[in-house]
């Protein structure tokens, strides 16, 4: 009769404890050296330049599409819930909130996040498996100033502006689907974007959207940097870098929200 290891249960939740506090431990030294490096690497203005514009103009048509179908299908939802009982007149309040706090800054840094932190990960990871980065240190540049602080501050400057689009686009499809689906006249609809609006909540999503160009950031370049094992290894930092920035984002999204709307801008 086979015995049964009654302690492999125990070993294996141990390896997963030590596994997670030694990348837990990475982590934080890559943010460290990533703070180091972050104003020396201001020099390199021309590489910001060039991830901007890949970060950008590249996410833009998805992050338009993306947008317009969001509003549109928020206005459906919206004015499903209220028929027959809350005026249509809110469904421009509910839609124009829901953008400017909620659905505009996530799903765009999501979206975003899926494209460019893997295209991080998957750019420094194959540097790192072909020793690339390792040639760079020789040539006494350091790694982390020359490709992880371009990509922070390009991520971390145009993930705002993409939101504005996509905040805008978004209102522009639940306008259109208001019309077009719903019956609402253009004024109606605009007169309930009016009610209870805040400037406020323009500035949270914006607020949230820098700390989402940065988790996109980070979590691409640091799974690039820890990369080992050839192109499968290049395959698994692309796939934990989109899964990490995704789950990130969620869950800064919460605590964002505690901040932004309870202690920064208190509801009156």
């Known amino acids: ?116 932190s893997s295209s991080f990960a998957a750019e420094i990871g194959t540097m790192r498996v072909t020793e690339q980065v390792d040639a760079l240190e020789t040539l006494a540049i350091r790694p982390v100033r020359f490709l992880a602080v371009p990509r922070l501050l390009a991520a971390v400057f145009m993930l705002p502006v993409i939101t504005v689009f996509a905040d805008f686009i978004a209102l522009m499809g639940g306008l259109t689907v208001a019309v077009a689906r719903i019956g609402m006249s253009v004024h109606t609809f605009t007169q309930g974007m009016r009610f209870l609006f805040n400037v406020n909540d323009i500035y949270g999503g914006l607020l949230k959207s820098f700390v989402f160009g940065a988790i996109i950031a980070v979590e691409g370049a640091f799974y690039g940097f820890q990369t080992t094992g050839g192109a499968e290894g290049v395959g698994m930092a692309t796939t934990k870098a989109v899964v990490a920035s995704c789950v990130m984002i969620l869950v800064a999204d919460y605590f964002l929200a505690e901040v932004i709307f309870r202690l920064i801008f208190p509801a009156a």
Do not use: C, H, N
Request: glycine share 12%.
């Open 1 to 116: 009769m086979r015995s049964v290891d009654w302690a492999a249960p125990i070993r294996v939740l141990g390896e997963m404890i030590l596994g997670m506090l030694s990348a837990s431990g990475r982590f934080a030294l890559f943010l460290g050296s990533l703070a180091r490096e972050l104003v020396p690497g201001l020099k390199y203005g021309r590489l910001i330049v060039s991830q901007a514009e890949f970060i950008g103009i590249g996410s833009l048509p998805l992050v338009l599409l993306t947008s317009l179908f969001t509003g549109g299908v928020s206005a459906l939802q919206t004015a499903y819930q209220f028929q027959g009982t809350v005026p249509l007149v809110y469904v421009g309040t509910v839609i124009t909130k829901s953008v400017l706090i909620e659905l505009g800054p996530v799903l765009t840094a999501l979206v975003v996040g899926a494209r460019v």
